[in-house]
Nanobody, 125 residues
Framework: QVQLVESGGGLVQAGGSLRLSCAAS????????MAWFRQTPGKEREFVAA????????YYADSVKGRFTISIDNAKNTVYLQMNSLKPEDTAVYYC??????????????????WGQGTQVTVSS
């Protein structure tokens, strides 16, 4: 079992920055990939970024590439999402996720086995 706890959300103005954190605990040794997704009411949960535990391989949605950076601190079992140049359309609940198996695309929610509770990010215009 893996537990994921997000933090760092809040209210910022457009153009501002936030850094989200996801603390992982439990049996993290068998997780292959960590990711961030986001969701607004009435919409499907969408992929934002992913990273493997080595930190070598990263993946980004086109909508955030160049603005967001995902990283991992292995010693702290924590994944981060640095969000710069925030836009109102970035407003969402952001979720941390982990997968223990391969097969599905990294952008699909069904490929992930564990999820955090989410943290709210609100960007005002």
């Amino acid at each position: 079992q893996v537990q994921l706890v997000e933090s760092g959300g809040g209210l910022v103005q457009a153009g501002g920055s936030l850094r989200l954190s996801c603390a992982a605990s439990g049996r993290t040794f068998n997780t292959y990939l960590m990711a961030w997704f986001r969701q607004t009411p009435g919409k499907e949960r969408e992929f934002v970024a992913a990273i493997d535990w080595s930190g070598v391989n990263t993946y980004y949605a086109d909508s955030v590439k160049g603005r967001f950076t995902i990283s991992i601190d292995n010693a702290k079992n924590t994944v981060y999402l640095q969000m710069n140049s925030l836009k109102p359309e970035d407003t969402a609940v952001y979720y941390c996720a982990a997968r223990t198996r391969w097969g599905a695309s990294v952008v699909l929610t069904r490929g992930y086995d564990y999820w955090g509770q989410g943290t709210q990010v609100t960007v005002s215009s």
